[in-house]
């Protein structure tokens, strides 16, 4: 799921869905009941499944971006910044699903910004300043280093003041 959705802005909702499946769609797959999952998961997008892609708000356009990587029915779900200029009730959304196709076995692979929401998420974490790796680790001890915590989470000091 890249950073900038890549969607097809012309193309409908379910257009852009059907797109995900592409190649199981040529090796003869019935993509049918993968879309009704993802509009299972993402009741919006059946909602608007005849709308451009294009006109949908940039929690829509995530939603979507995901549901098409879904569509592929992927072992392994690469994200870039999944919560990137999304209210935060929409970035709870987001985040909700995806630790439910986690529950279902489907490994992730997130590069976000927003170390709180991608460490509550996350079995292990690796911090990254300037491309190299700084630290790494079980994501619940990185959730409780004074480095991270100071770095990316905010002191307790700051909450307090904020």
Not at 47 to 70: F, K, N, V
Not at 96 to 101: E, K, V
Not at 137 to 150: H, K, M, N, S, T
Request: hydrophobic share 45%; net charge negative.
């Amino acid at each position: 799921v890249p950073e900038g959705r890549a969607l097809f802005p012309g193309l409908s909702v379910e257009d852009n869905l059907l797109l995900g499946g592409f190649t199981r769609f040529r090796r003869g797959e019935d993509l049918r009941p993968d879309l009704e999952r993802v509009y299972a998961l993402f009741p919006r997008l059946q909602e608007r499944r005849r709308q451009p892609a294009g006109t949908l708000s940039g929690g829509e356009q995530q939603m979507l971006a995901l549901g098409r990587a879904l569509m592929a029915r992927p072992r392994l779900l690469l994200l870039d910044e999944p919560s990137l200029g999304l209210a935060p009730l929409m970035v709870r959304e987001i985040y909700r699903i995806l630790a439910g196709l986690k529950r279902e076995g489907t490994t992730l692979l997130v590069v976000e910004q927003n170390a709180k929401v991608a460490l509550s998420l996350a079995d292990r974490g690796l911090v990254l300043e300037a491309g190299e790796m700084v630290l790494s680790g079980p994501a619940a001890e990185l959730r409780e280093d004074p480095r991270v915590v100071e770095a990316y989470l905010g002191t307790a000091r700051e909450v307090e003041e904020g």
